[in-house]
């Protein structure tokens, strides 16, 4: 596959971008077919778990993949695909080793793409890997795409990869090789779709930017503290953390912002586990879970379990069984166990099944 540069933004009257478009609205059906399926309980947690040391390597992303696989990439550059019911201590070193692969950069951010490919993206390029022949390639070679911030690349409809740089929102077509530039967001990090015609874009500018696809024009922004690290939309609000430890919340619609919470460390990711509990991560171990109606408490303190993350949690992903794992810059993924998940792996089946057929 060889890139193919085009400064140009889609062409209205052209079949390509309406079918992007087209590939969006099953993005966000797919999403809420995940959010709706999920209803993990938090009543009480188990005070220890289950610690997995990863050869002094730090697990930086997690992405389910179909078939109950699992894509972990390492910041030293490699990443293992392997099946969810091997994260677990005894088994996890030697199916690892067998299945771990160089991965020619930091691999940051990651996604399905089919039921044999994914892609990942970080230090500046933009993977596919086929896991049926093993085959790693080399989609685009920009050296603006974004290393750090959470959710910087989409997969639409097995196709289209939608991924954050420095200076612009692009699409990325599999099947032609085209890498086309979509809106301008100068210092780019992170996005989420919010419904079948707006995409919304935090940066290191501190700015929060709502698009409208199919106009491809500003609709609206927001002033934040510091960077922007992570988004997450929730009804008509959209949640976000911050390079400061903010974690936030503004209605799109009034404009009003909540109250918030405030870490002492870079917040990074925030992963729902249910229709309203939020798990945080970030720098130095943070870990919590809060309720998106009430920002006042924090439901569980990961920080204050005897077997917490010691460096920043920056991979995470809830497995269909119901274990939640995190990776960690202290070289260690962690299995969590809730003590009353209810979240059966047909949910998972259906989520991808949406995921990367459409």
Not at 17 to 32: K, N, S, V
Not at 237 to 246: C, D, I, Q, V
Not at 262 to 291: A, C, H, N, Q
Not at 308 to 317: I, N, Q, R, S
Request: aromatic fraction near 10%; proline fraction near 3%.
């Amino acid at each position: 596959m060889t890139m193919q540069e085009d400064e140009t933004k889609f062409d209205n009257h052209s079949s390509t971008y309406p079918l992007f478009l087209e590939y969006h609205d099953y993005y966000i059906l797919a999403r809420e077919v995940r959010r709706n399926n999920l209803h993990v309980t938090l009543d009480t947690i188990e005070t220890t778990c289950e610690v997995i040391n990863t050869d002094n390597r730090g697990p930086i992303t997690m992405c389910l993949l179909p078939e109950n696989k699992l894509f972990i990439g390492y910041e030293e550059g490699q990443f293992s695909i392997i099946q969810t019911e091997n994260v677990r201590k005894e088994s996890f070193e030697s199916v690892e080793k067998s299945s771990n692969f160089s991965a020619q950069s930091i691999p940051w951010h990651a996604t399905p793409i089919d039921a044999d490919r994914l892609a990942f993206g970080g230090n500046g390029s933009l993977h596919t890997f086929s896991q049926a022949n093993r085959h790693l390639e080399c989609a685009t070679n920009s050296s603006t795409l974004s290393e750090y911030g959470r959710k910087n690349l989409h997969c639409y409809g097995s196709r289209f990869l939608l991924y954050c740089a420095q200076e612009n929102i692009h699409v990325f077509d599999t099947e032609t090789a085209h890498d086309i530039k979509l809106v301008k967001h100068t210092g780019a990090r992170c996005m989420e779709p919010l419904d079948k015609r707006r995409l919304a874009t935090g940066g290191d500018d501190k700015h929060i930017r709502i698009w409208n696809l199919e106009t491809r024009t500003e609709i609206a922004s927001f002033i934040c503290d510091d960077w922007v690290w992570s988004l997450m939309y929730y009804g008509n609000e959209l949640l976000y953390s911050s390079a400061s430890g903010a974690v936030s919340c503004t209605n799109i619609t009034t404009h009003q912002r909540k109250k918030g919470l405030k870490e002492p460390f870079w917040v990074r990711t925030l992963t729902y586990l249910s229709d309203k509990l939020v798990l945080v991560t970030g720098d130095s171990g943070i870990m919590f879970v809060f309720d998106v109606n009430n920002f006042d408490a924090k439901l569980i303190n990961f920080q204050k379990l005897e077997d917490k993350h010691t460096a920043d949690v920056l991979g995470v992903e809830l497995l269909p069984d119901g274990r939640l794992i995190t990776g960690s810059r202290d070289f260690t993924i962690r299995v969590w166990k809730f003590a009353n998940p209810k979240t059966p792996s047909t949910c998972f089946k259906r989520l991808h099944t949406c995921h990367w057929l459409c």
